[in-house]
């Protein structure tokens, strides 16, 4: 089950979006978000974002273990979105880099650059991504490019 904040509440700034697909017992996003925006009704139950209580602080991100939570702000520039994914891979991109940007199928659609690498203490880190706006609810991954 996906949680899309709607079109309009995506255009005011950074918002969580869940893509959470399993029932299965799982609530540490909800515990983590200091605006309780995200309720599990039951505990097999996928979380629901309330998209216009979340400020897209991330904190929901870090602790969900299916990696399924990303952070979207198409406030970023006029050109680009900002998509924050989480990241369990090394090595870890380079800030600045350019890599190529994959879609829930794990293809390349296009390229993003990495404006920072979040590092966390557990070992899910947080890339934070620009994108062109058509990119920014299908990148959920990366690839760094190949080296020549």
């Not at 299916?66 to 979105?81: N, R």
Request: with cysteine; glycine share 4%.
């Amino acid at each position: 089950m996906q949680n899309i904040p709607c079109e309009e509440r995506l255009h005011r700034g950074p918002v969580a979006i869940c893509e959470c697909l399993q029932s299965i017992p799982c609530n540490p996003c909800a515990d983590a978000c200091p605006r309780q925006a995200i309720t599990v009704a039951e505990i097999n139950d996928c979380p629901v974002i309330a998209a216009d209580n979340c400020n897209g602080c991330g904190l929901c991100m870090l602790h969900c273990p299916g990696l399924a939570i990303f952070v979207v702000d198409h406030t970023y520039s006029q050109e680009q979105a900002l998509v924050k994914i989480p990241f369990e891979f090394l090595p870890l991109p380079e800030v600045n880099a350019s890599v190529q940007a994959l879609n829930r199928s794990g293809e390349c659609v296009g390229v993003a650059h990495v404006i920072r690498v979040q590092k966390s203490p557990n070992k899910t880190n947080v890339l934070w991504l620009a994108v062109p706006h058509e990119l920014a609810m299908e990148v959920r991954a990366i690839r760094l490019q190949k080296e020549q």
